[in-house]
């Protein structure tokens, strides 16, 4: 991966987070506007998606188009789990054991056909290659054979992307060069480290992993909310000691659960209006 020759190399890192990581647009929308563009980016799942697509050279408005087309398409989610999203964006973990119980899912490991996503990305992309995009990028995945993290800073951009935001139970794990890849996010949402690694001086952290709520009893009355409690306790403690890694952590705050695709619009303004107001901040910490 090249650089370009320069003392301070900034890197912006971009979290997972369903549809809030749509927010990542707005953010981009105003970094692009003021010429304040990153010599890196490192994303993991949705961070990935609008990394890639935006290291690729596709501008913010053209991604706002994107993600209209991917939300709820045929790419990401069968009809009957698009219907249940779009009425009732917080019974994943229902649907999947309703669908296991009608052995649907039994003999399968994602809910989505595993070339529809990956046939949506090469139809906007091609046969890309990482290392040939007009600004430098990486993605992170996580092999299920081995535990290790994969790092993706070459090879095909499509298939790293993929592989990035393969949520489990979601879509089905990418088979790649002997290994089985999921969601990146699993083990490391906040990927400062591979921007070090990667030879950044500074990195900038959008945050948008939501603060861990205390929750009244009552809300935990079942097994279902049981699993999703200890999920989110896990998700939560994991990453927390990532965040702070970063030279400038961007909070944004997006009220809108990570299944939620029906709000597009209102998500990428949030993220326009917190790159704005902490504009200056940022600036000042890259001494740009």
Same mark, same amino acid.
């Given at each position: 991966?090249l650089w370009?020759?320069?003392k301070e190399?900034? !890197?912006?890192?971009?979290?997972?987070?369903?549809a809030?990581?749509?927010? #990542?647009i707005?953010i981009?929308?105003i970094?692009h506007?003021? @010429?304040?563009?990153?010599?890196?980016?490192v994303?993991?799942?949705?961070? !990935?998606i609008v990394?890639?697509? $935006?290291?690729?050279?596709f501008s913010?408005?053209? *991604?706002? +188009?994107?993600?209209?087309q991917?939300?709820f398409s045929? $790419?990401?989610f069968?009809l009957? /789990?698009s @219907?249940?999203?779009?009425t009732r964006p917080?019974t994943? =973990?229902?649907?999947?054991?309703?669908e !296991?119980y009608?052995?649907? *899912? =039994?003999?399968k490991?994602?809910l989505n056909?595993p070339?529809k996503?990956? &046939?949506? /990305? %090469?139809?906007l992309?091609?046969?890309?290659?990482?290392?040939d995009?007009p600004l430098?990028?990486a993605?992170? !995945?996580?092999?299920?054979?081995t535990?290790?993290e994969?790092?993706?800073?070459k090879?095909?951009?499509?298939?790293?992307?993929r592989?990035?935001?393969?949520?489990? /139970?979601i879509?089905?794990?990418v088979n790649?060069?002997?290994h089985?890849?999921?969601?990146?996010?699993l083990i490391?949402?906040a990927?400062?480290?591979?921007a070090?690694? *990667?030879?950044? +001086?500074?990195?900038?952290?959008?945050?948008? #992993?939501?603060?861990?709520a205390?929750i009244p009893?009552?809300?935990i009355s079942? =097994? /279902?909310?049981?699993? %999703?409690?200890?999920?989110e306790?896990m998700?939560? #403690?994991l #990453?927390?000691?990532? =965040? &702070?890694?970063?030279?400038?952590?961007?909070r944004?705050?997006?009220?809108?659960d990570?299944?939620?695709?029906?709000q597009i619009?209102?998500?990428?303004?949030?993220?326009r209006?917190a790159?704005?107001k902490?504009?200056?901040q940022?600036k000042?910490?890259?001494h740009?």
């Open positions: 991966m370009r020759r320069k190399k900034w !890197a912006l890192v971009l979290m997972g987070g369903g809030r990581g749509l927010t #990542h707005g981009l929308d970094f506007q003021q @010429r304040v563009i990153p010599d890196l980016i994303g993991t799942s949705m961070g !990935a990394g890639g697509l $935006y290291s690729y050279g913010p408005e053209k *991604l706002k +188009t994107i993600a209209d991917l939300s045929e $790419y990401l069968p009957p /789990f @219907r249940v999203l779009k917080k994943l =973990i229902d649907f999947l054991l309703i !296991a009608k052995n649907r *899912l =039994i003999k490991m994602g056909q070339d996503i990956e &046939e949506f /990305f %090469q139809q992309i091609g046969e890309a290659n990482i290392e995009l430098p990028f993605c992170n !995945a996580v092999d299920l054979l535990g290790q994969i790092i993706f800073s090879g095909n951009l499509a298939k790293a992307i592989a990035s935001m393969s949520l489990p /139970f879509f089905e794990p790649w060069n002997g089985l890849l999921v969601d990146g996010g490391n949402n990927p400062v480290k591979i070090w690694q *990667l030879g950044a +001086t500074k990195t900038v952290l959008v945050d948008i #992993h939501r603060p861990l205390i009893p009552e809300n079942n =097994i /279902f909310q049981l699993l %999703q409690r200890v999920m306790t998700s939560y #403690h #990453h927390q000691d990532k =965040i &702070e890694e970063a030279d400038y952590i961007l944004v705050d997006v009220p809108y990570s299944l939620d695709f029906s619009a209102s998500i990428i303004e949030i993220g209006k790159a704005q902490n504009l200056n940022i000042k910490a890259l740009l």
